[in-house]
Every structure is written in structure tokens, then in C-alpha cells.
Nanobody
Framework: QVQLVESGGGLVQAGGSLSLSCAASGGTFSTLAMGWFRQAPGKERDVVGTITSSGTITYYSDSVKGRFTISRDNAKNTVYLHMNSLKPEDTAVYFC?????????????????WGKGTLVTVSS
């Protein structure tokens, strides 16, 4: 029902910045918790961060805390991931996800909707 489309991926130098967008359709965006996940080659998919439906509370994994920022614009049905001070280890396919709440998103429980992903490559 909910469809998510990521955009903004690309090649960036270490230390640089990049912003990703995720446009949602087919649901009531303002009621959905949103999250960003990433999967590096040969590794498991990991949570990057989540944001509550109202945008009041955000969560970040330790690996990106202080460097990445999640925000959302409910009027535009869009969630963003602003990435600063990028490192080569940030290289991954980044996925947008939507769910009932942020805990469910982080645990992978309940109904979760996924985008197809966008590739971010950070060169050293």
C-alpha cells in the first residue's frame, strides 16, 4: 500500500556531505514512523536512524550519531537523511522504511514498507 522512493545517492569524497530524500505515497504519511537503513557489501542491513511520525523524537545508531540527521516534512510526504563528515565505511545502499512506530522499525516487527534503495559511495 505504502510506496517509498529514495533519491539523492551518488559518489562523494570522504569528509563530504550528501542528502537523501524519501518520497512516500499510498498512505497517511503523518501517521507513519520513518527510518533509514543501510546495507554495505557483504554485511547485514543495519539501522541508520528513525524518526517518529510527528518528527519529535529521533534515534541514531552509534556509528552515525553526530554526523547524520533525519528530518521529515509531513506536508511534502518526505523524509530526509542529511549526512555530514562521510567516511568510506558509510558506503552502502541506503533504504527508506515506514512502519507503525520507530521501535517496530528498528526491530523489524510488524508491517514494514521498504523503498528500493539508493547507493551512496564514499571515496577515500
Amino acid at each position: 500500500q505504502v510506496q517509498l522512493v529514495e533519491s539523492g545517492g551518488g559518489l562523494v569524497q570522504a569528509g563530504g556531505s550528501l542528502s537523501l530524500s524519501c518520497a512516500a505515497s499510498g498512505g497517511t504519511f503523518s501517521t507513519l514512523a520513518m527510518g533509514w537503513f543501510r546495507q554495505a557489501p557483504g554485511k547485514e542491513r543495519d539501522v541508520v536512524g528513525t524518526i517518529t511520525s510527528s518528527g519529535t523524537i529521533t534515534y541514531y545508531s552509534d556509528s552515525v550519531k553526530g554526523r547524520f540527521t533525519i528530518s521529515r516534512d509531513n506536508a511534502k510526504n518526505t523524509v530526509y537523511l542529511h549526512m555530514n563528515s562521510l567516511k568510506p565505511e558509510d558506503t552502502a545502499v541506503y533504504f527508506c522504511a515506514a512502519g507503525a512506530n520507530t521501535l517496530f522499525l528498528r526491530r523489524g516487527t510488524g508491517t514494514t514498507y521498504w523503498g528500493k534503495g539508493t547507493l551512496v559511495t564514499v571515496s577515500s
